[in-house]
């Protein structure tokens, strides 16, 4: 979720994450100009970006796509190289969504998703980002590595992925059963992995071409997938679309610590515990860590890097991405989205369609509300949504600071609340320990941060330079400060950072231009679905977490792509597959 896992899955429901060169020197200056205090400017509006007077090109393009977010990116990259005339619009200064990168003080920070793995995959069975960066023909180095570690009410360990690394940290905090039961669980959903994993997410489009470029194309591994499975693994497989709980509770788990630690492990993956997780979802993340030679990935020079991968893809194919244009309005004609109309007043004409990596409640704003059915609108208004994040950004000297520090730790203050309750769940990133680059030398970048799990309502309404906000502020920080201090130990000070961001709902709201700071849809598997790609108004499409597959990194990947295959013919579509072999 929040860390923004990278792994395939076209099913999965949910999953939390550097302009044009994409290499270590780039360096990204960014309006998140929050002073190093920890005190936000004081200048209003919902970004503080100052819009281009002059559009840089021509002020059309066969697709309009509004937003830079990865979604965005994905789809923008592959219309582009499928040969469409694209031009992405950005509000901020720097392209990425949730999962830009940004510079102060020579400290290089993430804002959004930090824990990946998967992007080094190939193949039919490769993530949804791994596909689209293959297509777009972009290289992304990472460091590989195979743990973190984990700080919970019983006390803490070093926890490793693969088959067996976990047994001891079951022994020590599980019942004497808990070993076998955990056999049991990797017994019953490893092989799950090849059903699940045989119809990869880029050969999905939203039409009937995905008989075509999907069902018949890979029906044959679908079916040799089920019959290597034998008639019980065929059984289990009949879960992949309902909640994984379903699947603990039919094996008749009872180990305290592997429920909770599976609950946390889906509440990592999706912003939800197991009762509200697509087994499919879950049954991936097992394949892509418990199996021999799993690993982890960060990519060299940050998350940044992702973005600056997929941008340097999307150029590459003559695809044009302008910053600093504010998208004040979708614009419908003859019953059409036309374009659109960016804040200087200019209408960008979109000749084939318009395309919004917005959230679907920020979307519909951008809509007249003459031309949004009841139907729609009503559906947008009653979708329950994640709550927000608090977020704590430290640069900070790595004199005494121990050498062994890690780049992730997490943080559970006590199982009993639920692991998605607020100031529970404290999640650390330090990427300059595998990129040394993101922070000046012999210094560290930190991002600690509560994932989906701040109640916006408690911050609604303050005035971000009044006395109460900056209280609410220091009260609702001190749950991260704790969690940096016993993750690092010895040697770590607070009067001793060099940087001190503090982000809340509001600076979430404002930065990221997200409805009320929401992480997400709220949608539980079993219960409801995530939204398509197409909306009421013909030539308006939507992409990214508010729609299927759902929120998080290879989630909206997989959605920028299924809207740019929609968008081209079955035959455009098959010989990219077959381009990227798969």
Same mark, same amino acid.
């Given at each position: 979720?929040?860390?923004?896992?990278?792994?395939?899955?076209?099913?999965?429901?949910?999953?939390?994450?550097?302009? =044009?060169?994409?290499?270590?020197?780039?360096?990204?200056?960014?309006?998140?100009?929050?002073?190093?205090?920890?005190?936000?400017?004081?200048?209003?509006?919902?970004?503080?970006?100052?819009?281009?007077?002059?559009?840089?090109?021509?002020?059309?393009?066969?697709?309009?796509?509004?937003?830079?977010?990865?979604?965005?990116? =994905?789809?923008?990259?592959?219309? @582009?190289?499928?040969?469409?005339?694209?031009?992405?619009?950005?509000?901020?200064?720097?392209?990425?969504?949730?999962?830009?990168?940004?510079?102060?003080?020579?400290?290089?920070?993430?804002?959004?998703?930090?824990?990946?793995?998967?992007?080094?995959?190939?193949?039919?069975?490769?993530?949804?980002? @791994?596909?689209?960066?293959?297509?777009?023909?972009?290289?992304?180095? =990472?460091?590989?590595?195979?743990?973190?570690?984990?700080?919970?009410?019983?006390?803490?360990?070093?926890?490793?992925?693969?088959?067996?690394?976990?047994?001891?940290?079951?022994?020590?905090?599980?019942?004497?059963?808990?070993?076998?039961?955990?056999?049991?669980?990797?017994?019953?959903?490893?092989?799950?992995?090849?059903? @699940?994993?045989?119809?990869?997410?880029?050969?999905?489009?939203?039409?009937?071409?995905?008989?075509?470029?999907?069902?018949?194309?890979?029906?044959?591994?679908?079916?040799?997938?089920?019959?290597?499975?034998?008639?019980?693994?065929?059984?289990?497989?009949?879960?992949?679309?309902?909640?994984?709980?379903?699947?603990?509770?039919?094996?008749?788990?009872?180990?305290?610590?592997?429920?909770?630690?599976?609950?946390?492990?889906?509440?990592?993956?999706?912003?939800?515990?197991?009762?509200?997780?697509?087994?499919?979802?879950?049954?991936?993340?097992?394949?892509?860590?418990?199996?021999?030679?799993?690993?982890?990935?960060?990519?060299?020079?940050?998350?940044?890097?992702?973005?600056?991968?997929?941008?340097?893809?999307?150029?590459?194919?003559?695809?044009?991405?302008?910053?600093?244009?504010?998208?004040?309005?979708?614009?419908?004609?003859?019953?059409?989205?036309?374009?659109?109309?960016?804040?200087?007043?200019?209408?960008?004409?979109?000749?084939?369609?318009?395309?919004?990596?917005?959230?679907?409640?920020?979307?519909?704003?951008?809509?007249?509300?003459?031309?949004?059915?009841?139907?729609?609108?009503?559906?947008?208004?009653?979708?329950?949504? =994640?709550?927000?994040?608090?977020?704590?950004?430290?640069?900070?000297?790595?004199?005494?600071?121990?050498?062994?520090?890690?780049?992730?730790?997490?943080?559970?203050?006590?199982?009993?609340?639920?692991?998605?309750?607020?100031?529970?769940?404290?999640?650390?990133?330090?990427?300059?320990?595998?990129?040394?680059?993101? @922070?000046?030398?012999?210094?560290?970048?930190?991002?600690?941060?509560?994932?989906?799990?701040?109640?916006?309502?408690?911050?609604?309404?303050?005035?971000?330079?009044?006395?109460?906000?900056?209280?609410?502020?220091?009260?609702?920080?001190?749950?991260?400060?704790?969690?940096?201090?016993?993750?690092?130990?010895?040697?770590?000070?607070?009067?001793?950072?060099?940087?001190?961001?503090?982000?809340?709902?509001?600076?979430?709201?404002?930065?990221?231009?997200?409805?009320?700071?929401?992480?997400?849809?709220?949608?539980?598997?079993?219960?409801?679905?995530?939204?398509?790609?197409?909306?009421?108004?013909?030539?308006?499409?939507?992409?990214?977490?508010?729609?299927?597959?759902?929120?998080?990194?290879?989630?909206?990947?997989?959605?920028?792509?299924?809207?740019?295959?929609?968008?081209?013919?079955?035959?455009?579509?098959?010989?990219?597959?077959?381009?990227?072999?798969?």
């Amino acid at each position: 979720m929040a860390l923004g896992l990278v792994f395939p899955s076209f099913m999965q429901i949910h999953q939390p994450l550097s302009l =044009c060169s994409f290499n270590s020197s780039t360096v990204r200056k960014t309006v998140l100009a929050r002073n190093s205090n920890g005190q936000e400017p004081s200048s209003t509006g919902s970004i503080a970006v100052k819009e281009k007077k002059a559009f840089p090109g021509k002020p059309e393009a066969d697709v309009v796509v509004i937003g830079s977010g990865i979604a965005g990116l =994905c789809c923008a990259g592959l219309l @582009a190289r499928y040969g469409q005339d694209v031009l992405v619009l950005e509000s901020h200064d720097l392209p990425g969504g949730a999962a830009h990168s940004f510079e102060i003080k020579g400290y290089k920070f993430d804002s959004g998703p930090s824990l990946f793995s998967g992007f080094q995959s190939r193949g039919p069975q490769a993530n949804p980002l @791994a596909q689209v960066l293959d297509a777009l023909g972009v290289s992304l180095p =990472c460091v590989k590595y195979d743990s973190w570690m984990v700080y919970i009410p019983e006390g803490e360990f070093l926890s490793r992925i693969g088959p067996t690394e976990f047994f001891k940290d079951l022994e020590k905090y599980g019942t004497p059963n808990a070993v076998q039961e955990w056999k049991k669980l990797l017994d019953a959903i490893l092989p799950m992995s090849a059903a @699940a994993m045989a119809l990869p997410p880029l050969s999905i489009r939203g039409d009937f071409g995905v008989l075509s470029t999907a069902a018949a194309r890979y029906a044959p591994s679908l079916l040799k997938s089920f019959v290597q499975m034998g008639p019980q693994g065929a059984l289990g497989a009949t879960k992949l679309l309902r909640p994984f709980s379903e699947v603990i509770d039919s094996l008749e788990l009872k180990d305290p610590f592997i429920r909770n630690w599976v609950d946390l492990l889906s509440f990592l993956l999706s912003g939800v515990k197991t009762n509200g997780i697509l087994s499919a979802e879950m049954v991936y993340m097992f394949a892509e860590w418990y199996k021999p030679g799993s690993c982890l990935e960060y990519p060299l020079h940050g998350t940044g890097a992702v973005v600056d991968a997929l941008v340097q893809g999307m150029k590459k194919f003559g695809g044009r991405l302008s910053l600093g244009s504010h998208v004040e309005k979708i614009v419908i004609e003859n019953d059409r989205a036309s374009g659109v109309k960016l804040r200087s007043g200019q209408f960008v004409r979109a000749k084939k369609a318009v395309i919004s990596n917005a959230s679907m409640w920020d979307t519909l704003k951008l809509l007249p509300k003459e031309v949004v059915p009841k139907s729609y609108l009503d559906r947008v208004n009653t979708t329950p949504q =994640c709550e927000s994040f608090m977020h704590l950004h430290l640069g900070f000297d790595a004199e005494g600071i121990r050498e062994d520090l890690g780049i992730h730790h997490i943080v559970v203050n006590d199982w009993e609340r639920g692991v998605d309750a607020d100031q529970n769940v404290v999640l650390i990133s330090i990427p300059s320990v595998l990129s040394p680059d993101l @922070a000046p030398p012999g210094k560290h970048v930190l991002h600690a941060y509560l994932p989906g799990t701040e109640p916006f309502g408690l911050w609604e309404g303050l005035d971000r330079r009044s006395t109460e906000y900056k209280n609410l502020k220091a009260e609702r920080s001190e749950v991260m400060w704790r969690a940096v201090e016993r993750a690092i130990g010895a040697g770590f000070s607070r009067d001793k950072c060099e940087v001190k961001l503090v982000g809340t709902p509001l600076t979430h709201q404002r930065f990221l231009r997200r409805n009320r700071g929401t992480y997400g849809p709220a949608i539980e598997a079993g219960k409801n679905s995530f939204p398509g790609h197409s909306t009421p108004i013909p030539q308006l499409y939507c992409c990214g977490d508010s729609t299927f597959p759902g929120i998080g990194v290879p989630a909206v990947a997989a959605s920028g792509a299924i809207v740019a295959n929609s968008l081209v013919s079955v035959s455009q579509h098959s010989q990219l597959l077959d381009a990227i072999g798969i």
